[in-house]
């Protein structure tokens, strides 16, 4: 049973502040790693893909992908009350296109 | 085209009662997938086709639930002699063969509501 693991938070930050948000995964096989944002009541929308160990940035975005510890993370720089949302961690293996999603995190973003 | 499009937005139905939901996903992605999310939780895959081929079907999707996706565009998603538990929000999703896989792109959904 693949198993991908969130903090359910609520995670709380000032505005201007980092929010880091972690994520592992119980499949060693797994190999695309993906994070969704979800707004209350509306479906999730991609906001970064990493496959590759090491970091990804993307705008104030960072993914950090550790394949060998099974963990993914994702930085949120100079946070914005609109990113307030629940964040979730996604992961599908090799030669499927399946994705697995954690439970999500949800993030408090405070003026 | 404007992204993936699911119809109805909402269904309140009795139990027992047999409900269909529509999506059409984006017009040249030939991966259509079903998901369902209940509150406080991720979503959950129950299929996924290729083109008009369902390729995997999750062990949730029992024998009530039945879906098509006739001549590869738009896909249906059946449930008969709906159940309480089946109350959730069922997503669909499309992406694009040939890619790296860089995620799908998802429809509003259908929130369901078995009374």
């Known amino acids: 049973q693949k198993e991908v693991e969130q903090n359910s938070g609520p995670l709380s930050v000032p505005e201007g502040a980092i929010a880091s948000l972690n994520c592992t995964y119980s499949?060693?096989?797994?190999?695309?790693f993906f994070w969704y944002r979800q707004y209350s009541g509306k479906s999730p929308e991609l906001i970064m893909s990493?496959?590759?160990?090491g970091d990804k940035e993307d705008g104030r975005f960072t993914a950090q992908l550790n394949k060998a510890s099974q963990y993914v993370s994702l930085l949120i720089r100079d946070s914005q009350p609109s990113d307030s949302a629940t964040y979730l961690c996604a992961v599908s293996g090799a030669g499927s296109y399946q994705l697995t999603f954690g439970k999500g995190t949800k993030l408090s973003v405070i003026p | 085209d404007t992204g993936v499009s699911q119809d109805p937005r909402h269904k309140i139905t009795k139990r027992g009662q047999n409900v269909t939901f529509r999506c059409d996903p984006i017009s040249e992605h030939n991966r259509l997938y079903w998901y369902r999310q209940t509150l406080g939780q991720g979503p959950e895959f129950l299929t996924y086709?290729?083109?008009?081929?369902?390729?995997?079907k999750s062990r949730l999707l029992s024998d009530r639930f039945s879906a098509e996706r006739p001549k590869g565009s738009f896909s249906t998603l059946e449930i008969q002699r709906t159940e309480q538990g089946d109350s959730a929000m069922y997503l669909c999703?499309?992406?694009?063969?040939?890619?790296?896989?860089?995620?799908?792109?998802f429809g509003s959904g259908t929130r369901l509501t078995v009374v």
């Open positions: 990493i496959y590759s160990n």
């Open positions: 086709f290729q083109n008009e081929a369902q390729l995997e």
């Open positions: 999703a499309s992406s694009l063969v040939g890619g790296r896989g860089d995620g799908y792109t």
């Open positions: 499949d060693r096989g797994s190999q695309s």
